[in-house]
Each structure stands twice: as C-alpha cells, then as structure tokens.
C-alpha cells in the first residue's frame, strides 16, 4: 500500500526530481530571473524581475552545479558522479515550525529552510519586531519582510485566519544568479519514488549540487562559489 501523500498541483505544474539527475519540469511555461536589491546600507529590501524565456513541453533543469548550458542539463551529471541524494525531512512543516506571537499576527519559522537571504534581518530583525507588532507600521514592514523570504522559511497568519497569508504566483520557476532555483506558486515538488512534499508558495531547490538539504537550497552556494546566471 502505498501511503506517500499526493499533493498534486491543482494547475499540473510540476517539478519532478530525477535519483541523482535533474530537475524534470511541466506544466511551467516561463523561465524567469530575480535578482536581489540591496540598499545603500547593503541590506536586502527588494526582488528585481529579470529576463524571461518561454518553457514548452518538458525541461530538464541542472541541479548538479556542472552543467555548461545552465540552467539546463546536459548531462554532466552522468560523468561527475553526482550524488543527489534528497535528505530534507519528509514531515508536515508544522512538526518544524516554530511560532513566534504578535499583535493580530503569528509568524512562524521553520529554519530548515534557510538559503541566506537575508530579507529577516532589517529593521533588527523580524524576531524582535515580532514583538513589537502593536505598532501598524511595525507589523506591516514585518509582513513584507516574511513574504519577500524566498524560501518559505518564514510565514504569518493573521488572527482568525486559517491559513499563512501569501502573495498569489501563477506557477513560475525563476533563477536566482548564482544561487538556487525559486519556485513561485502551484507547483508540486515530486521525488523519483513518488514522494510528494507538502506544497508550498515559496521554495527554493538547490542548483550548486551542494546543499546538505536536498532538494532544498541550504545557503551552500554562497559557501562554494557557485556562478551561474
């Protein structure tokens, strides 16, 4: 029997994760960039849309790192060895999720999921504004804060609300220049023996090939200096 959940995107986008090999995608058709934008202070305020290309059919994404025609595969993952092996916890998030109350909101955080990013840290950080949410402005630069987190490590809910509120993204895959791949919206992440993980608005899945959270990013390009555009 098998008792893998199915959580099959409710558009057939999907991201299906070849053992040791690429990323096969469908149901996506654009292939796009963001690009980090940092202030004067070089603190991270912003996402930049860059170029856009059109995706027909099935693609084949490189997550090994050594592709030459990034990001698409080509195959160098077959001559390098590459050890794919997808090692992220396979539970709800909610077993992972710690929750941090404020005022008419909760943010949760679920550190497993960090690339680096650093959209948490401005203003002192979203773990002590978190606390000091009766302020309006307070608790709407946080909110902004928690949606521009790519990876989905950070969530709130309002109270009252069932669910985490999140920015709508028709399905969508974007590079991120020398870092991972962002996927936005609607799109199942489905491993080679058909293990669904839960879906989720933000995720990052790792392009360096060296993440120790596969088939998440874990920061680890930053660490190895991965280049790609």
Same mark, same amino acid.
Request: hydrophobic letters at 35%.
């Given at each position: ?22 990323? *096969?995608?469908? /149901?996506?058709?654009? *292939? ?31 997550? &090994?790192?050594?592709? $030459?025609?990034?990001?698409? &595969? ?6 390098? /060895? ?21 005022? /008419? ?7 497993? *999921? ?33 949606? *521009? &987190?790519?990876? /989905? ?38 491993? $080679? ?37």
């Amino acid at each position: 029997m098998n008792d893998m959940p199915d959580h099959t995107s409710p558009t057939g986008a999907q991201i299906r994760v070849a053992a040791h090999g690429p990323y *096969l995608v469908s /149901g996506v058709t654009m *292939l796009g960039t963001r690009i980090p934008v940092r202030d004067q202070a070089g603190e991270a305020v912003a996402w930049r849309i860059g170029e856009e290309q059109p995706l027909a059919g099935r693609n084949a994404l490189c997550r &090994c790192g050594h592709s $030459a025609h990034k990001p698409f &595969c080509d195959s160098t993952h077959r001559k390098s /060895g590459f050890d794919g092996a997808c090692t992220a916890d396979r539970a709800p998030g909610a077993t992972r999720r710690k929750a941090y109350p404020g005022a /008419g909101i909760t943010m949760t955080d679920d550190e497993s *999921l960090c690339a680096g990013y650093e959209y948490c840290d401005r203003f002192g950080g979203v773990w002590r504004s978190i606390a000091r949410t009766t302020d309006p402005q307070v608790r709407d630069a946080l909110m902004q804060q928690v949606s *521009l &987190c790519p990876s /989905g490590r950070l969530q709130y809910v309002r109270d009252g609300a069932g669910a985490p509120e999140e920015l709508p993204y028709a399905p969508t895959i974007a590079t991120i220049p020398d870092g991972p791949l962002w996927v936005l919206g609607p799109v199942a992440v489905v491993l $080679a023996d058909g293990f669904h993980y839960e879906p989720r608005n933000r995720q990052l899945l790792c392009r360096c090939g060296a993440s120790g959270n596969k088939p998440f990013c874990d920061g680890s390009h930053a660490k190895t200096g991965f280049k790609a555009p």
